[in-house]
């Protein structure tokens, strides 16, 4: 197996970040690769979603689509066994009490052990992942930011040794893009928008990176601008009419995002609102068989 696609998504809280990732990738999944959906926080959303137990390994919940659960500490603790081999000696180290204080309190610690088995295989170093495709539901705008500068921080301040030759690996590879391709989940509402432009741009500006927006939970309304309008006037009930009202309200929030959001050139794709009734799987397929390129 060659070294894996890796997918990087993040947006702002509660914009469907993990729906995102799930639908990247069952997509792969469904083309016959090999996918590995990793969630990083400190409750499982995957365990609700595919209702099974998900923790640090992989678990297969449909064919070729693997998901698990992982805990920075966990990710730390893999790695250093693997360095050391014997994990008698591993657990001396971590169960030390100077030592477990130390590393609870190491600045981006997290958030390179993380990154830090995201980008394994790569690296070729740790445990094997036996995937063609990694895809992580990283943290939210502001946290992700800290994470992709973590390892940057660690290798500017230790400047060498093993410790900052595998910070400035982590680093090389996240911002390599042929290797790694990020995606903001955005919503088509004032706020999420605004935040989603400047998130973008930071991420150009400070590294490089370039991100697609992808702009979740957009109601499929085919109704133009004067039929809505003509709803409203010719409303039988003060409930017709409310409902005319939010469809009205939703419709130009929508063409104020996409508008704002074409212009970066960032935004990629859309993806409709449906709400998730039966198994969790099939209504990834309809979201994506409903999905638009932009
Ligand atoms: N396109 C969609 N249609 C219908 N419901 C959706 C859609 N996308 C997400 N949802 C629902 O919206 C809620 C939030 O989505 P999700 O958990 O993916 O967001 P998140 O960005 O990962 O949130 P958090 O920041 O809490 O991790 C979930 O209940 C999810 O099922
Ligand atoms: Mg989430």
Redesign the pocket.
Known sequence: MSQPSLFFIT????????????LIAKHHANLGKRVLLVEI?DSS?YSM?FKKPIAFDPVEVSSNLFVSHWQWFRCLKEYVTHVIKIETVTNLFFENAVMKSIIQVAPGLPEIALLGKFTSSIRHVGPSMPYDIVVM?AH?TGHALSMLRAPKGLFETIGFGPLGDHSKGIHDTMMDSELVKYIT?CLPEELPVTETVEFTETLKTEFKIESEVWL???LPIQADAETIDQWQETAATDDVKKAANYIQGQVQKQKTSFEILEKTDRLHKI??????DGEAIN?LSN?EKESKDV
Not at 271 to 276: E, G, K, Q, W
């Open positions: 947006g702002k809280g509660g914009v469907g970040k993990s729906t995102t990732a799930a926080g959303y979603l539901d939210s989940v979740n939970k957009v993806i409709y609102y449906r709400s998730l209504w979201l």
